[in-house]
């Protein structure tokens, strides 16, 4: 159901079993090949309000950042040879992105697409489990994809990720150095300083070493960098006129919040949310898309912004990855009907939203909502 804008709020089953069936289940991540970098107010029952509190419940629960496989992504998934690798220097050292050139070979029209809060460090979930980037050069789009950033959320941060007071280094991988362990890994020698990465380095590298367009960018990201994609946006409205969050959590000052963040982030990685951002300093609220969202509206950035029901469709089985994605899509939805009853109070009306029927925290729903996006996307970049 696509939606253009207006603060219609849905029913609230999809949260409601969403609940019921956590109780008493325990989550299951999904896998991923990883390997080392190189060198309003109502009272109705249906509300949003408690929609938000069943969300945050779910997420104390499960962890937000499980990515789910969903149905089997489409045979070719996996490394796309179309795709080359395109390495930049930067303060967290040589980062990887892996670009696909428009079918048409223009160098002006160019979108971003960014991970989720496991990105691994080999090949983003995009690639790994999706073909969009087949899709957006038929569309005659220069795909951009950002290689690593686990629970980055694509900020800046204050610090080095700290975790239990550990500081940064190694340590053995089993027994008791097993907690060291979680110390090691991207962003925790060092400062993660993701949107410098974005919005500086490789964007002038883009245009110097292959004549792309800086200007008038699309970028769009799939819950963690969803939020990101608003945030890069509303702050850098020059490099981009278009942004996409799909399942994205565009309400992180709410109650709850940051304590669910706070644990997804310890188990995508062993990393610290207070590193990235002190608790609801300027930082924080900088990263808030309910809270810029009046720079959205003011910079006439086109939006799209989506979120499925929770629900699972007739490909998702009965499992525990299942039961995940229903609760994470839960809390998905919460935040992002929240971000529209913001946008419906500032009068912004540059903002499509989507909100399916059936969907569930999973990549299938996130490709098929690409192909929704695209012709849109297609109108408003170059």
């Known amino acids: 159901m696509l ?3 207006g603060p219609r709020v849905s029913d609230e089953e999809a949260g409601v ?15 991923r090949m990883r390997s080392a970098r190189r060198p309003g107010r109502t009272t109705r029952s249906g509300s949003w309000v408690k929609r938000a509190a069943i969300g945050v419940a779910a997420a104390m629960l499960v962890p937000m950042g499980v990515s789910i496989a969903g149905p089997a992504a489409p045979a070719s998934a996996a490394f796309n040879p179309a ?4 390495w930049v220097d930067s303060g967290m050292g040589p980062i990887k992105s892996r670009i696909f050139r428009a079918k048409d070979g223009n160098t002006n029209r160019v ?5 989720g809060l496991r990105a691994p460090e080999t090949l983003s979930g995009w690639e790994i489990d999706t073909n969009v980037a087949q899709l957006l050069t038929d569309w005659n789009i220069n795909v951009v994809m950002p290689v690593g950033g686990m629970s980055s959320f694509y900020a800046d941060w204050n610090a080095p990720s700290s975790f239990a007071g550990i500081p940064p280094g190694t340590g053995s991988s089993s027994g008791s150095g097993a907690l060291n362990a979680l110390a090691a890994g991207p962003g925790k020698s060092y400062r993660y300083q993701w949107e410098t990465f974005l919005t500086q380095n490789l964007r002038w590298a883009l245009r110097d070493r292959l004549g792309f367009n ?5 970028v769009f990201g799939l819950s963690m960098g969803g939020s990101a994609a608003l945030t890069l946006a ?10 996409g969050s799909y399942s994205g959590y565009l309400n992180i000052s709410a109650p709850g919040m940051r304590e669910a963040i706070r644990l997804a982030m310890l188990d995508a990685g062993g990393y610290n949310v207070d590193s990235m951002a002190p608790p609801w300093g300027p930082q924080w609220l900088r990263m808030d898309p309910f809270v810029f969202a009046p720079l959205l509206r ?3 950035t086109r939006l799209w912004v989506s979120a499925g029901s929770g629900l699972p469709g007739p490909a998702d089985g009965p499992t525990a990855g299942t039961v995940n994605g229903m609760a994470l899509e839960a809390l998905a939805l919460a935040n992002t009907r929240a971000f529209q009853l913001r946008m419906a109070t500032l009068g912004a009306n540059n903002v499509v939203y989507s909100f399916p029927n059936v969907g569930i925290h999973a990549w299938s729903y996130w490709a098929e909502e690409v192909a929704r996006m695209t012709p849109d ?4 970049i170059g």
């Not at 795709?83 to 395109?86: L, P, Q, V």
């Not at 800086?214 to 699309?218: A, E, L, S, T, V």
């Open 214 to 218: 800086p200007n008038r960018n699309g």
């Open 234 to 243: 509303a702050y850098h409205p020059d490099q981009f006129s278009f942004a």
């Open 83 to 86: 795709g080359f690798d395109f």
């Open 298 to 300: 003011d910079n006439n």
């Open 3 to 5: 939606v253009r804008r």
């Open 17 to 31: 079993v969403a609940i019921r069936l956590l109780t008493g289940r325990s989550g299951e991540r999904s896998s």
């Open 377 to 380: 996307l297609s109108a408003h």
């Open 111 to 115: 979108v971003y697409a960014l991970d």
